[in-house]
């Protein structure tokens, strides 16, 4: 690959979407737009830069997005997160909000619906304490196309079992010939959109939650802070931010602070 | 040290699932089906109990009644592990008192994410 071909990619990738692309990992390069490539009938990646280079807004742009973002997501990711939420925050947000009766959680960057959904059915487990209480899952991602299969909710075996008790498996799916639908019931309290954590976010509402979770991992430090300064902007006063286990803000942000006892779980200031 | 029953009626499935739990920090004791499996619980009663459905003999489904009957034979946790994916086996298996399932394929990370979920690790 040229060392212009790197460039002009790598700097197209970062402001489209804020992934960094370093040069030690430019073998991800390669092994990922190799199909785009193909699928374009293009010989090799410095044509496909020349692509980009003069049509930035094309198909094939939005292509090599697509191909660069890793959607890697399970069921209760983590587990302790999710338990966190269950057990220490929806009691607090119950207690908290008896007058308004509704909770808005946001799950940013939410990949294919994996982690939306497991708020849901969290929700969905404590119906009866929630009755009468609106409870809202915002989910967004920038990639449209894992936004369909989000939609969709039909997961593999594979993707089932992966996290997800199979108590849980068999009260809130339906096994069709394609593989494990969510129930309705499950769906109802998520409402899915496109939008890029680069831009402004563009939400009327604001949150009683936000999970951020394994996404910033792959942003420069000047890009996560601006993203959580946006985020910040969308929680409501001590409201709750979640970030994925390898990610902090120490270094990024003075809006959040760490909650004790709770690993990965931030409130506004 | 605790003690993780592998039943299988096949040895190489036997033998890979033994190496996993045991990489997991447990003694794994083995099994070929259903009889063998009762004797050994009869025997000393197992931490975790990873088991096949489909054997001669006694089946898991079968065993796993049987077991729930026994002193102490509420104690084991138990996890399925087979190539019956219907909904309906799940529900006889839960019924029946199992802790979890695994559909195969699995590897050593499923295994592990599922002793976690039941609390044995
Ligand atoms: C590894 S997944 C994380 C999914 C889920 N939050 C979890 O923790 O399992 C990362 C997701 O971030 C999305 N993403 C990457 N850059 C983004 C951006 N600039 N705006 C919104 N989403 C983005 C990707 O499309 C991908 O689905």
Redesign the interface.
């Known amino acids: 690959m040229k060392t212009e071909t790197f460039k002009i990619l790598s700097e197209f990738i970062k402001k489209r979407s804020g992934i960094v692309i370093v040069e030690e990992k430019i073998y991800l390069l390669e092994s990922r737009l190799d199909k785009v490539c193909g699928d374009h009938n293009l010989a090799n990646l410095d044509e496909l830069a020349l692509k980009i280079k003069t049509s930035p807004l094309s198909a094939i742009a939005s292509d090599v997005i697509e191909a660069m973002t890793t959607n890697e997501t399970y069921f209760y990711r983590d587990?302790t997160p999710f338990v966190d939420f269950e057990k220490k925050i929806l009691p607090e947000l119950i207690e908290l909000k008896g007058t308004r009766k509704a909770i808005n959680v946001l799950s940013a960057a939410c990949s294919s619906g994996q982690e939306p959904y497991t708020l849901s059915m969290i929700f969905e487990e404590n119906k009866t304490l929630l009755q009468g209480w609106r409870t809202d899952i915002t989910a967004f991602d920038l990639s449209n196309d894992i936004l369909d299969i989000a939609k969709e909710g039909v997961y593999t075996?594979f993707e089932v079992?992966?996290?997800l008790?199979?108590?849980l498996?068999?009260k809130y799916f339906d096994?069709n010939n394609k593989g494990w639908r969510v129930k309705d019931e499950v769906k109802k309290h998520v409402t899915f959109k496109q939008q890029n954590l680069l831009e402004p976010l563009n939400f009327i509402q604001k949150f009683d939650v936000v999970f951020l979770r394994n996404v910033l991992i792959y942003f420069d430090v000047e890009t996560k802070t601006k993203i959580l300064s946006e985020i910040r902007k969308k929680l409501v006063p001590e409201g709750y931010l979640f970030l994925g286990s390898s990610e902090t803000i120490i270094g990024i942000t003075d809006e959040f602070k760490a909650v004790e006892g709770m690993r990965g779980i931030y409130k506004a200031k | 040290m605790k003690k993780c029953l592998v039943v299988d009626d096949s040895k190489v499935i036997r033998m890979v699932a033994s190496k996993i739990v045991t990489e997991l920090g447990f003694d794994a004791i083995e099994a070929v089906d259903g009889v063998e499996a009762y004797n050994s619980c009869q025997d000393s009663m197992p931490d975790v109990i990873l088991l096949d459905w489909n054997m001669p003999n006694k089946n898991g489904l079968e065993f796993l009644r049987d077991l729930r009957n026994m002193p102490n034979g509420g104690n084991p946790i138990v996890i399925f592990v087979t190539t019956e994916n219907g909904v309906d086996h799940i529900q006889k298996a839960l019924e029946a008192g199992a802790n979890e399932y695994i559909m195969k394929p699995f590897d050593a990370d499923l295994i592990r994410m599922k002793f976690e979920q039941t609390g044995i690790l």
Do not use: A, D, H, I
Request: proline content about 9%; charged content about 10%; aromatic content about 0%.
């Open positions: 587990s075996q079992q992966r996290g008790p199979v108590n498996l068999v096994q």
